[in-house]
């Protein structure tokens, strides 16, 4: 399968600063990377979608101006949490998707899991 | 409803054991179906597709049922490895986007 990486890991930042999380697809050109957030014991639910050159689309109840989606490349979308408070404390992660591919398989980065204190 | 239901667990079962997990969807209009597995703090890994005419994988067999709207996941000689949530995604209708379930999870006792 296809490799997906995110960075940071984890990050731990103060109430009311800004996190930037990057997902990179390795070894293919994502036309579409999506974005999920997963609580504890909770399951993952899709935040926005972005696809490359143009605005991301968010799902319904997530803040477009808190969540900033940035899809330069075909190979990289960045997730910026603005303003974060603790109540944005989760494990982000990112999947990568290509119209190219026969299949419809998403392909997960390992995540990145946010600490706000 | 929820759009992708499935019994949260856990089921414990001993090793050796054959288990089942069953989802069902809500949205008949559904084309893609997947399990996937998480283990605990990473992220979800493709266990299998889920096709029509049902797909095994080894010791996993995977069902669909589109006049009930189910999936089921079917694993035989459950090894301690296997412990993790097991996660039933669908595709939401139209789209590439993916509805997941909450998750089903499996605890394998030595």
């Known amino acids: 399968g296809a490799v997906v990486s995110q960075h940071p890991s984890w990050v731990i930042c103060k109430s009311g600063t800004s996190v930037k999380i990057e997902c990179r697809s390795l070894?293919?050109?994502?036309?579409?990377m999506f974005w999920y957030r997963q609580f504890p014991k909770q399951s993952l639910m899709l935040m926005a979608t972005?696809?490359?050159?143009?605005?991301?689309?968010?799902e319904q109840g997530v803040e477009k101006d808190k969540f900033l989606i940035n899809h330069a490349s075909l190979t990289l979308s960045t997730l910026t949490v603005t303003s974060a408070h603790p109540e944005d404390s989760s494990f982000y992660i990112c999947?990568?998707?290509?119209?190219?591919?026969?299949?419809?398989?998403?392909?997960f980065g390992p995540g990145t899991r946010l600490t706000v204190l | 409803r929820k759009e992708v239901e499935q019994d949260p667990g856990p089921f414990n079962v001993p090793e050796g054991a054959t288990v089942a997990f069953n989802c069902t969807y809500s949205?008949?209009?559904?084309?893609?179906f997947f399990w996937y597995r998480q283990d605990c703090r990473k992220e979800p890994k493709l266990l299998m597709s889920?096709?029509?005419s049902g797909n095994e994988d080894g010791r996993f067999t995977a069902q669909l049922n589109r006049a009930s709207q189910y999936i089921s996941l079917l694993i035989r000689d459950s090894k301690l490895s296997d412990s993790a949530t097991y996660l039933c995604?669908?595709?939401?209708?139209?789209?590439?986007?993916?509805?997941f379930g909450t998750g089903t999870r499996l605890k394998v006792l030595a």
């Open positions: 999947s990568a998707y290509s119209l190219r591919r026969e299949d419809a398989e998403q392909f």
């Open positions: 070894d293919f050109q994502a036309t579409t």
């Open positions: 972005s696809n490359e050159g143009s605005k991301a689309t968010y």
């Open positions: 949205n008949s209009a559904s084309q893609s």
């Open positions: 889920v096709y029509s």
């Open positions: 995604v669908v595709n939401k209708p139209g789209t590439y986007k993916y509805i």
